[in-house]
């Protein structure tokens, strides 16, 4: 915590099990409130109804970006990979 408020960064602490409005899950993201409820309705992350409100657990909404993040990375690392094997300027540190 003390890293990214060093560095500058916004710091949230959220109980895992906690309920959140799909505006307090979007801005988790940094996605819009609209695109956040697409990703809802397509079953990306899981979510429950009270009345007519969408309500996400945090726990959901965090592994969802862990998987994302991981997503990101994985295909960043191909992508720097086939830049080393095409000689695009990029260097193996190794």
Do not use: C, W
């Not at 409130?33 to 009270?50: A, T």
């Amino acid at each position: 915590i003390l890293a990214q408020v060093a560095k500058g960064n916004a710091v949230s602490i959220v109980p895992i099990q906690q309920e959140l409005t799909t505006q307090e899950a979007a801005a988790l993201l940094n996605v819009s409130r609209p695109y956040l409820v697409k990703l809802l309705e397509e079953g990306s992350i899981p979510f429950h109804k009270v009345g007519t409100k969408r309500r996400v657990l945090a726990k959901d909404v965090l592994l969802y970006k862990k998987n994302i993040d991981d997503a990101r990375l994985k295909t960043l690392g191909k992508l720097t990979a086939q830049a080393q094997k095409l000689n695009m300027g990029y260097e193996d540190d190794e």
